[in-house]
């Protein structure tokens, strides 16, 4: 008979053998395989019902929360800038349903959109058509000469005629942005209420301090790229918007996701797009997920993320994700990405998040804010992560 000592032996045993196999990704295929389903989005379930259920309960805590933020401050209007991306979008759905719960008017959300250097037609559009059909007060500032102004000032090579775009040139164009939205506040009684998503902060992707991190109340800050997409779907799928606003949205919903502040070099240029330089957005929120929530090691973080992502075939989609935007990612790929993750995250972006307005917390997968779930150093490295990463994934 074997005996308990003996039995808790055994199964350390495994577990060590688990690991070693899980963890160096050497093994040949199909040795050792989760039988569990790992979830592709984490932050999004899968089955109709139970994403109902977590798309309505996140946007009651959005509009509950600036309703809470408006009441307390006796503030009667907003301020957003509307670019004609997704979270502007999702910002100012919960922005008008927050003034219908108060029983106020739709025309004290005085709603901004700021076409600059980049900005393209059909952003532009799905921006004023956007405000018309939520019928807001709209507004259009183009910030083209007062950015060019700016970078005149300060002796930038754009300016002269040369053909840089570099990060003072993008940032100069957000800055203006921010800062004609809280001078607009100021003029008319307002609050700025902030659009950026989760994922941007944890990858440090926005603008610091005259930029678009800073607002005072950012309904979106805990609120992942991914689930801001469903979101934006439900809207459509739910029947919360008549159907001129769903096609607006579906149109929004379509487009590649971009900060629109380097211009196309010709007709037939690519884009900016934000997932060339962050990597893709429904990764790192895997990536987010489990690094934020449960501490897990990169290396572990990776085999997950194989393991769901892996394949087309493999899993469950979601049922209202397009074909088109059903991935797959090869263990080379997530290795390149999560460690890319890992420098923005630890090393590169605490900052931004230290210094970041308030915000609703919503869902399981926590906030970033200074003052609730995550504290960290400005002045961390990010290397023992990454060491770990390089150490547990031999994925050449």
């Not at 808790?8 to 196999?21: M, Q």
């Not at 907003?78 to 999702?90: A, C, N, R």
């Not at 994922?199 to 800073?214: I, K, R």
């Amino acid at each position: 008979m074997t005996s308990f000592q003996d039995s808790i032996a055994d199964h350390h045993a495994r577990l060590a053998s688990i690991r070693s196999v899980a963890f160096d990704f050497e093994a040949p295929a199909g040795v050792l395989d989760l039988e569990r389903r790992v979830d592709r989005f984490p932050f999004v379930p899968s089955d109709r019902v139970h994403r109902d259920e977590r798309c309505d309960e996140v946007y009651r805590i959005q509009v509950q929360g600036l309703a809470q933020r408006l009441e307390a401050t006796g503030i009667g209007r907003v301020v957003l800038g509307i670019s004609g991306g997704l979270d502007s979008t999702q910002a100012l759905l919960v922005a008008t349903k927050t003034f219908d719960l108060l029983g106020r008017s739709r025309n004290d959300i005085l709603a901004y959109t700021m076409p600059g250097l980049a900005t393209s037609s059909h952003t532009l559009d799905n921006a004023r058509e956007l405000m018309r059909c939520l019928g807001v007060t709209a507004g259009e500032i183009d910030i083209s000469e007062a950015s060019r102004a700016m970078l005149a000032r300060i002796g930038h090579p754009f300016a002269r005629g040369e053909a840089v775009y570099d990060v003072t040139f993008e940032n100069v164009q957000a800055g203006e942005r921010t800062s004609h939205l809280f001078r607009l506040a100021n003029l008319h009684g307002g609050l700025v209420v902030g659009t950026g998503d989760l994922s941007e902060l944890a990858l440090g992707w926005c603008t610091y301090g005259v930029g678009d991190q800073m607002s005072h109340y950012n309904v979106n800050a805990s609120v992942p790229k991914t689930l801001i997409q469903h979101l934006v779907r439900w809207s459509i799928a739910s029947g919360r918007v008549d159907a001129p606003t769903a096609a607006v949205l579906q149109s929004i919903l379509d487009t590649a996701i971009t900060p629109e502040l380097v211009p196309s070099l010709g007709d037939h240029a690519a884009v900016q797009r934000t997932e060339d330089v962050i990597g893709p957005f429904d990764l790192q929120d895997f990536h987010l997920y489990y690094i934020t929530r449960f501490g897990f090691r990169p290396s572990k973080v990776a085999y997950l993320a194989h393991h769901a992502w892996r394949g087309v075939q493999r899993g469950v989609w979601p049922d209202d994700l397009p074909v088109a935007a059903q991935h797959a990612y090869d263990l080379p790929t997530i290795k390149r990405w999560l460690a890319v993750f890992l420098e923005r995250f630890f090393e590169q972006s605490q900052y931004k998040r230290s210094a970041m307005p308030n915000a609703p917390k919503v869902g399981t997968g926590g906030s970033l804010s200074p003052r609730g779930d995550w504290r960290a150093p400005s002045d961390a490295s990010a290397r023992a992560w990454i060491d770990e990463l390089e150490r547990g994934v031999r994925a050449e």
